[in-house]
């Protein structure tokens, strides 16, 4: 296994355009590493080159200690493992998984230990004669793993394996792709588009905007503390609400009405003029249903859609934004690849709430979560 370091890499294709644009990410020996963003940021073009199927424009590749960009794909020791699997259908499993070793004329009784070592850890065992189309996805995904384990490559490159299979499934392999990757405990880089993907699969997570690194941190941080507008509207779901804000004294003035936030928080966006807020849709709560309403304020407001889930509760609020706003939430549609802000305030209740459409609803909010951005420049002030 190995590190991998990627320092101010750049990729330019022909008339100058950057598609990546001076990247550093440092993926430790044994991480799981994501690299996100929406269609164009230059996720993939970033992972063909840690694999060599791409040429580096500028910076430094290195995988372990060793700089790599000029070296050819085979030398890099590196198994990708892609959205088809790319297993031979004439093939067993016993033989796809083989196959690498094969080619390297490795001795008949070393193939055969080796394949069934990978495959006792890839709970394969009991399927080694069968043929990839009769296996799951899920099984699928772990033949094409196997042939990388007994090539005993230093890391695993995955170029958005999941996003041929339906939700359900999606939803499986993540879990499966988590207990192997922490069992084998490899080196992984993996590219999605899929925030959600992101946040479960990966020990940290590298944010990308048109082939710029914005943000490199656990999922937990990019969550609670988003350097900038783009981040926080990519990750999560629903997506954080953003609204016009001012700040005075310890208050955010919003649409709504005055939230308190933590001095700390206001402090650094006084002074500033209009602020965009970003609130989670959870970070409110139905005021007749909190009992503890600490470290928030209530506003009225009149809902104009529910969505009752069960366990939980949407509830919609439109309001109107000044233009600045307004231009900077398509600004951010553009940039999220057309993904929809809207100009209304989306609050996830619990589902116990009986807030109903078209009456006036009392709505605690978290003042403790209030984000503020600065609307020009989009950095996350607080
Ligand atoms: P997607 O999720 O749509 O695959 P991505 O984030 O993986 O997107 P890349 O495929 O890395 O994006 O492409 C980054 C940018 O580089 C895009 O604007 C793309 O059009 C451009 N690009 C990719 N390959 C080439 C090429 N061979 N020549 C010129 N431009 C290219």
Redesign the pocket.
């Given at each position: 296994m190995a590190a991998i370091d990627m320092k101010n890499i750049v990729k330019e294709?022909?008339d100058g355009?950057l598609?990546v644009n001076d990247v550093s990410i440092d993926v430790q020996d044994g991480e799981f590493m994501i690299l996100v963003?929406p269609?164009?940021?230059?996720?993939?073009?970033?992972l063909r080159m840690i694999v060599g199927l791409e040429d580096i424009t500028g910076g430094e590749m290195m995988i372990g200690d060793k700089l790599v960009n000029d070296l050819a794909p085979r030398d890099r020791n590196l198994a990708m493992v892609f959205q088809n699997y790319a297993l031979y259908p004439h093939l067993t499993v016993y033989e796809n998984i083989a196959f690498p070793l094969r080619l390297a004329h490795v001795p008949d009784a070393e193939i055969d230990r080796k394949v069934r070592d990978a495959s006792k850890t890839l709970e394969l065992d009991e399927h080694l004669d069968r043929k990839p189309g009769n296996l799951s996805g899920g099984q699928r995904q772990r033949v094409a793993m196997g042939r990388a384990i007994v090539r005993e490559a230093d890391a695993f490159l995955f170029d958005e394996p999941l996003s041929n299979l339906d939700a359900k499934l999606r939803g499986q392999m993540r879990t499966e792709i988590t207990r192997l990757q922490k069992r084998l405990g490899i080196t992984t880089v993996y590219?999605t588009?899929d925030q959600t993907e992101a946040m479960t699969l990966g020990d940290r997570v590298a944010v990308l905007k048109r082939?710029v690194l914005q943000q490199l941190a656990t999922p937990r941080e990019l969550y609670e503390n988003p350097c900038n507008l783009f981040v926080a509207g990519f990750i999560g779901s629903p997506p954080m609400n953003f609204l016009p804000a001012t700040v005075e004294g310890n208050t955010v003035k919003l649409p709504f009405g005055a939230v308190d936030v933590p001095p700390e928080r206001a402090e650094k966006a006084a002074g500033k003029g209009l602020l965009m807020a970003g609130i989670r849709p959870e970070n409110f709560e139905d005021a007749s249903v909190r009992t503890d309403k600490g470290g928030g304020s209530t506003f009225r407001a009149e809902v104009d859609v529910v969505e009752w889930l069960g366990n939980e509760t949407y509830a919609y609020i439109p309001y109107e934004a000044p233009p600045e706003v307004e231009a900077q939430l398509r600004q951010l549609e553009r940039d999220l690849d057309g993904e929809t802000m809207h100009t209304q305030l989306v609050v996830s209740l619990d589902g116990s709430s009986r807030i109903k459409a078209g009456e006036d609803a009392e709505i605690w909010v978290d003042g403790r979560k209030v984000q503020l951005f600065d609307p020009a420049s989009g950095d996350n002030l607080t």
């Open positions: 294709y022909g355009f598609a963003g269609s164009g940021c230059g996720k993939s073009t970033l590219v588009h082939g």
